[in-house]
């Protein structure tokens, strides 16, 4: 079966850490570039981190520049995102998708694979 299963999420206090993982299976993730979403409550969904396919550059929203890390590991067929310094408004559903274009980080046009996301909670 090809997907994709994030898992990592879990409560923190305001300034913790997590590391969410997103790995493939039935396909290999270094032929596509990934995505990590972010989706709270009564809000849109939003592109948090990015790394491409192409030449493994990576993109992040401003509102998480400097204490998010997007990284892939091809042994492990697996891409992490390090969450540091999380605020209460980094609470949501995070999801990570793979998409085989070549501009995909520049708008997540023709996204292939969805995982289930997983829920991050931020709060004191």
């Known amino acids: 079966q090809l997907q994709l299963v994030e898992s990592g999420g879990g409560s923190v206090q305001p300034g913790g850490s997590l590391r969410l993982s997103c790995a493939a299976s039935?396909?290999?993730?270094?032929?596509?570039?990934i995505v990590w979403f972010r989706q709270a409550p009564g809000k849109e969904r939003e592109g948090v981190s990015c790394?491409?396919?192409?030449?493994?550059?990576?993109h992040y929203a401003d509102s998480v520049k400097g204490r998010f890390t997007i990284s892939r590991d091809n042994a492990k067929n697996t891409v992490y995102l390090q969450m540091h310094s999380l605020k209460p408004e980094d609470t949501g559903v995070y999801y990570c998708?793979?998409?085989?274009?070549?501009?995909?980080?520049?708008?997540?046009?023709?996204?292939?694979?969805w995982g289930q996301g997983t829920q991050v909670t931020v709060s004191s």
């Open positions: 039935g396909f290999t993730l270094d032929y596509y570039s």
């Open positions: 998708a793979a998409g085989e274009t070549y501009y995909y980080c520049s708008g997540y046009v023709g996204t292939k694979y």
């Open positions: 790394i491409s396919r192409s030449d493994g550059s990576t």
